[in-house]
């Protein structure tokens, strides 16, 4: 079967640095996807990945290992703002979009 | 990025009624629409893919009949909830697929629609 795993929740400090984390097993591999959610809205897309190695886009930047099956989303400078629950996503062979079920960050003063 | 434009944003209803919710791709053709439903603190759940000019392809689980999609243009599709019961209460989120010469399929979301059913 398809799976996407990543953490439910994680807790970090205003201007600090926090890594989320998404596994994901699929039928094929056309792409990794992150997504913000805020409480209420829409996800809003963020990055996206196809090949190995790190893509930087400001204060965000998105890793892939394609042979591990492994991504993370990296998140500098931390404001409150960014409290909201972050999507992975993959494009699997039918370029379908598997969805992880989010994790929720949650930023402390 | 590309723009998606969902209408209305929340509508309260009676049990019984139906209704219609509208997804647009603004600035770009979408030949492949998306209609998921998120309840409460739940992941976003794939309803069903709709294709202009064809029909929908429903997810295990979800009625056909009780969720009518309509993809008549490369910029609209209509989700329409028919005969609506308070179970069906949820938010509602459209997306749509652009497709980039050279560049990767990219899926934007609309605004979403929060639907109430008293």
């Known amino acids: 079967g398809q799976n996407i795993d990543q953490p439910t929740e994680m807790t970090a400090t205003e201007g600090a640095i926090v890594q989320i984390n998404c596994t994901y097993q699929?039928?094929?591999?056309?792409?990794l996807f992150w997504y913000q959610q805020h409480a209420g809205e829409a996800p809003t897309f963020l990055s996206y990945n196809v090949l190995d190695g790190l893509e930087e886009k400001g204060r965000f930047s998105s890793f892939l290992s394609r042979s591990k099956g492994y991504s993370y989303l990296l998140l500098k400078e931390l404001q409150m703002k960014d409290s909201a629950s972050y999507l992975c996503?993959?494009?699997?062979?039918?370029?379908?979009?598997?969805w992880g079920a989010g994790t929720k960050l949650i930023i402390k003063p | 990025g590309a723009v998606v434009s969902q209408h209305p944003s929340w509508v309260i209803c009676k049990s019984g009624t139906s209704v219609k919710i509208e997804c647009r791709s603004l600035d770009f053709q979408a030949t492949t629409m998306f209609w998921y439903r998120q309840f409460p603190k739940q992941s976003l759940m794939l309803m069903a893919t709709?294709?202009?000019?064809?029909?929908?392809?429903?997810e295990q689980g979800v009625e056909k009949d009780k969720f009518l999609i309509n993809h008549a243009s490369l910029t609209l599709s209509t989700l329409t909830v028919t005969s609506a019961h308070p179970e069906d209460s949820s938010f509602y989120i459209c997306?749509?697929?652009?497709?980039?010469?050279?560049?990767?399929?990219?899926?934007?979301f609309g605004p979403g629609t929060r639907l109430t059913v008293l």
């Open positions: 699929t039928s094929g591999f056309n792409g």
């Open positions: 709709s294709n202009e000019g064809s029909k929908a392809t429903y």
């Open positions: 996503a993959v494009m699997d062979s039918n370029y379908q979009l598997i």
């Open positions: 997306s749509a697929r652009e497709r980039l010469a050279g560049g990767p399929d990219t899926q934007y």
